[in-house]
């Protein structure tokens, strides 16, 4: 079974960063894709990233391009989310997932894991 554990989340300010980090533990990893996804209170979990995990291809929410940044380091299986130009409409609880099979990368229903999220504030 493969678990994965997010970290980095936090209090920031508006137009500050964080990066949130997510470790993968359990069998042998090679899933297809891994992906962040967000959710805030009162609203549907969304897409933000997706990044292969072979071929390092990423993928991003059009309205967080060039905010945010994917990345993975497939020796230590973590991925991580670099944020920058934080604003308080980022506040959410962020997912990590993970896809082992070729499909799409956006779609919640594609991910075969989870972690169990780490919360994002940002003040204004």
């Known amino acids: 079974q493969v678990q994965l554990v997010e970290s980095g989340g936090g209090l920031v300010q508006a137009g500050g960063s964080l990066r949130l980090s997510c470790a993968a533990s359990g069998r042998t990893f090679s899933p297809y894709v891994m992906d962040w996804f967000r959710q805030a209170p009162g609203k549907d979990r969304e897409f933000v990233a997706a990044i292969t995990w072979s071929g390092g291809s990423t993928w991003y929410a059009d309205s967080l391009k060039g905010r945010f940044t994917i990345s993975r380091d497939n020796a230590k299986n973590t991925v991580y989310l670099q944020m920058n130009s934080l604003k308080p409409e980022d506040s959410a609880v962020y997912f990590c997932?993970?896809?082992?099979?070729?499909?799409?990368?956006?779609?919640?229903?594609?991910?075969?894991?989870w972690g169990k999220g780490t919360l994002v504030t940002v003040s204004s």
């Open positions: 997932a993970a896809a082992m099979r070729l499909g799409s990368v956006v779609a919640t229903y594609r991910m075969d894991y």
